[in-house]
């Protein structure tokens, strides 16, 4: 069964936009994940906060978290023809049992 | 450092049939977690094993089984293959459990059943 789910299923922008992408979840979780998956292939692990945190950066990528909502949103400023992927939200509960939502495709356009 | 390495890559098998996938984990990890991943769908948590036990198991039927070894490898077995059984196989390594850590994933295995 799916834990996360992620909005919107699919977005498109132009080239230099910010992406945003949310998920929801309904138990309550250890932490958050966050991965990347090109062309039906292994998953890239982009990310990860802990149930204790609310914001986190790495490079270009920004993570929130609201465990009140239990919702995360991803953000990929100044997006490239490289950021052209699924992602995947995970949540991952005492046991490190790690479940996905099914994911948000993200085409990047010219 | 390899990371999370999978055989094979490609393998095709034909309905009724065995198969049997493989996973070597990233150094240092002592954790190895099973993903079925349906085209256009998230990965599905088949199960996972610690310490050459199986700790936590998936809505998956006993047709899939699996084993870890000492070396903490493992291996994916499905029996009397099904069609629906045709999926990228994902494997997947951490540390520890209970410790917050993050899973490296494998490329995969992309099963096709005939």
């Known amino acids: 069964s799916q834990q996360g789910e992620e909005d919107p299923q699919a977005l498109s922008i132009q080239e230099g936009e910010n992406a945003t992408m949310n998920c929801s979840y309904k138990?309550?979780?250890?932490?958050l994940q966050w991965y990347r998956q090109n062309s039906g292939r292994g998953l890239v692990h982009l990310i990860l906060?802990?149930?204790?945190?609310r914001e986190k950066h790495s490079g270009r990528l920004r993570v929130t978290l609201d465990t009140s909502k239990k919702s995360s949103s991803l953000l990929i400023t100044a997006s490239r023809a490289a950021d052209t992927a699924s992602y995947f939200c995970?949540?991952?509960?005492?046991?490190?049992?790690?479940?996905f939502g099914k994911g948000t495709r993200l085409h990047i356009l010219p | 450092d390899a990371g999370v390495t999978q055989s094979p890559t490609h393998l095709i098998k034909t309905r009724g049939q065995q198969v049997t996938l493989r996973c070597s984990p990233k150094?240092?990890?002592?954790?190895v977690s099973w993903y079925q991943q349906a085209l256009g769908q998230g990965p599905q948590f088949i199960f996972q094993?610690?310490?050459?036990?199986?700790?936590q198991r998936g809505n998956f039927p006993d047709r899939f089984s699996g084993h870890q070894f000492p070396n903490y490898s493992s291996e994916l077995n499905v029996n009397a293959l099904l069609l629906g059984d045709s999926a990228l196989y994902l494997c997947?390594?951490?540390f520890g459990t209970g410790r917050r850590t993050e899973a490296f994933f494998g490329q995969g295995t992309r099963l096709t059943v005939v």
């Open positions: 995970a949540t991952a509960n005492r046991d490190d049992k790690i479940i």
């Open positions: 906060i802990r149930s204790n945190e």
């Open positions: 138990t309550s979780i250890n932490n």
């Open positions: 094993y610690y310490e050459e036990e199986e700790r």
């Open positions: 150094s240092g990890h002592d954790t």
């Open positions: 997947a390594s951490s």
